[in-house]
């Protein structure tokens, strides 16, 4: 079982940054793909960003890109997102979740962290 715990969360005011840590219990092929995803109140999970630790390959929504940045430490088994000029919408649990090459979904998840953007 791979274990992800985040940390980082906060209450930030509009146009300011913060940055999310993910640390993974290991970085194996379980755990190959690294992801960040959000739920807001009434919301379904929403993708954010993912890297893959061996190429470093990123991926971002749409809806972030330019403003979230997904990077890893391999050497600390920590990813983290850095999220700049944040939004009241940007409020909301986020998760760090991980998969393997193959799975066609993300199978571990942290237990999330909040993020509050006040206006």
């Known amino acids: 079982q791979v274990q992800l715990t985040e940390s980082g969360g906060g209450l930030v005011q509009a146009g300011g940054s913060l940055r999310l840590s993910c640390a993974a219990s290991?970085?194996?092929?379980?755990?190959?793909?690294m992801g960040w995803f959000r739920q807001a109140p009434g919301k379904e999970h929403t993708f954010l960003a993912s890297?893959?630790?061996?190429?470093?390959?990123?991926y971002y929504a749409e809806s972030v890109k330019g403003r979230f940045t997904i990077s890893a430490d391999n050497a600390k088994n920590t990813v983290y997102l850095e999220m700049n000029s944040l939004k009241p919408e940007d409020t909301a649990v986020y998760y760090c979740?991980?998969?393997?090459?193959?799975?066609?979904?993300?199978?571990?998840w942290g237990q999330g962290t909040q993020v509050t953007v006040s206006s």
């Open positions: 290991e970085r194996t092929l379980r755990n190959s793909f």
């Open positions: 979740a991980a998969r393997s090459d193959y799975a066609p979904k993300y199978e571990y």
């Open positions: 890297i893959r630790w061996s190429s470093g390959t990123l």
